[in-house]
């Protein structure tokens, strides 16, 4: 019981931080989100929707390319299903649309490219509205870095809870052989000799609740590996979750015992103040 408290505690923020590190792994491609949406007047026309087309791709910071008022509408007609009522209409209200997308490999790069390029952009004559679809992705940056502070405070939550379950699991070892502890002093045990058994015991309980909660960790990734699946497949995407490396599994491992190796130093410190002060350590 005691090893599955700890495996249960210790596998809730190992879960959090590798669920963050799949979420930045799906964000790697940022710059591929960082587009801007021009939207030119009802009243421009082909050639100048093409003359700003050829200046923009001219720059060497953005490429774009056009959606005609044509090729929008079909494309709403088919993703809608409202083309027997789009029938109606007269004439096509959509403008001509520019997707213009910057080039730059890093987010902060990224970023600055957006706000000079838009403002170049507003600036442009036949222009009537730029749409900035970057600002989704800073917010889930910020996003990203609460979870990365949610993820170090529950580490420490959640490692003093070991710490302390861990203990009190060796104080009732403790009490349990405290006669034979008492017996031991007696005839001149030192406190190290004393220590000894408990500390092994602390350091195996950590170390085996780590390994529980790697196992329940794994078994939690394969078992949202297939409805994930289907999900990205209905939006024609694939995506594999990705889990701890090698060298941080031996971290969690050695993590672990060594919260079990201090909740064992504890509560057996705490006993052997109290032989100390009953005079029973340290006699002979």
């Known amino acids: 019981m005691t090893v599955l408290v700890l495996g249960i505690a210790m596998a809730l923020p190992i879960g959090l931080y590798v669920a963050l590190e799949n979420l930045r792994g799906i964000d790697l491609r940022a710059e ?43 494309e709403f007609r088919a993703a809608s299903g409202f083309g027997e009522a789009l029938d109606v209409l007269d004439t096509n209200p959509l403008p001509w649309v520019l997707l213009v997308r910057p080039e730059a490999t890093a987010s902060e790069d990224l970023a600055g490219r957006l706000e000079s390029l838009s403002d ?60 034979e502890i008492e017996i031991l002093s007696l005839v001149g045990a030192g406190e190290n000799f004393i220590r000894q058994p408990f500390l ?6 950590g170390l085996m609740g780590a390994a529980l909660a790697l196992v329940l960790l ?25 889990s701890l490396t090698t060298q941080q599994v031996f971290l969690v491992l050695a993590a672990g015992g060594v919260l079990g190796f201090l909740g064992a130093w504890v509560s057996v410190e705490r006993y052997l103040w109290i032989l100390r002060r009953g005079g029973l350590v340290g006699r002979i």
Do not use: C, H
Request: charged share 20%; glycine share 6%.
């Open 218 to 242: 794994y078994i939690g990734l394969f078992y949202l590996q297939f409805p994930l699946d289907q999900l990205l497949d209905a939006y024609g995407n694939s995506f594999s979750l990705t």
């Open 32 to 74: 591929e989100w960082g587009s801007i949406t021009v939207f030119l007047r009802a009243t421009e026309t082909e050639e100048s929707a093409t003359e700003l087309l050829r200046k923009i791709n001219a720059r060497p910071d953005a490429t774009a390319t056009g959606v005609s008022p044509q090729q929008g509408m079909d």
């Open 200 to 205: 092994y015991s602390g350091f195996w309980y």
């Open 120 to 179: 170049w952009l507003r600036s442009q004559e036949g222009v009537d509205a730029v749409q900035l679809d970057y600002k989704w992705l800073k917010r889930l940056s910020g996003l990203l870095a609460l979870g990365n502070a949610l993820v170090s405070v529950l580490s420490i939550m959640f490692s003093l809870a070991v710490i302390v379950v861990i203990a009190n699991t060796i104080r009732m070892d403790v009490a349990n052989r405290a006669d």
